[in-house]
C-alpha cells in the first residue's frame, strides 16, 4: 500500500436509549455523505460513560470497528477545534459536540474533522481523519 493510509474515526453522541440500529444508520449516512467506503471507517468513539451501553458496542461490531471510550478530559482537550457549538451538548458534557469531540480525541492530535456532526433522532455523529502515512 502506499504512504496515503488514513485512520476514519466516527465520533458519537446518543441518547441512552437508543438502538444500534439507528448509530450504524446514521454512521452510514455520514460516510456517504463524506464520500467515504464504509470499509475506510475504523474506530467509533465516544464518551466513556456512554461507551458502556450495549448499543454502542452492537453497533461497532455490526460496522466491525474498534470501539473506544473517550474520557471527558480528552473531550475538553478537543473542544477547540470543534466546529459545533450545542447549548444542550455544553450544558450536560461540558463540549459543543460530543461526536465531534470524540471524534478528534480518538483520531489523534494531528486529526483533522471532515464532517461535522449530523444528527438522527436520537444520535449524533461527526467523522475525523488522521493520515497515518509517511
Known sequence: MGGDEAMIVAGLGFRRGVAAGEIVAL????????????????????LDVLADLPA??????T????????????LSAAAPRIRTRSARSIA??????????A?????????????DRI????????????????
Open 27 to 46: 454512521v452510514e449516512e455520514a460516510l456517504e455523505r463524506a464520500a467515504l467506503a464504509r470499509e475506510a471507517l475504523t474506530t467509533l468513539a465516544t
Open 56 to 61: 454502542f458496542a452492537a453497533a461497532a461490531r
Open 103 to 115: 471524534a478528534l480525541a480518538a483520531a489523534g492530535p494531528g486529526a483533522a474533522l471532515i464532517l
Open 119 to 134: 444528527a438522527s433522532p436520537s444520535a449524533t455523529c461527526a467523522l475525523a481523519r488522521l493520515e497515518t502515512g509517511s
Open 92 to 101: 450536560a458534557h461540558g463540549v459543543g459536540s460530543v461526536a465531534e469531540a
Open 63 to 74: 460496522l466491525a470497528v474498534t470501539a473506544i471510550p473517550v474520557e471527558k478530559s480528552r
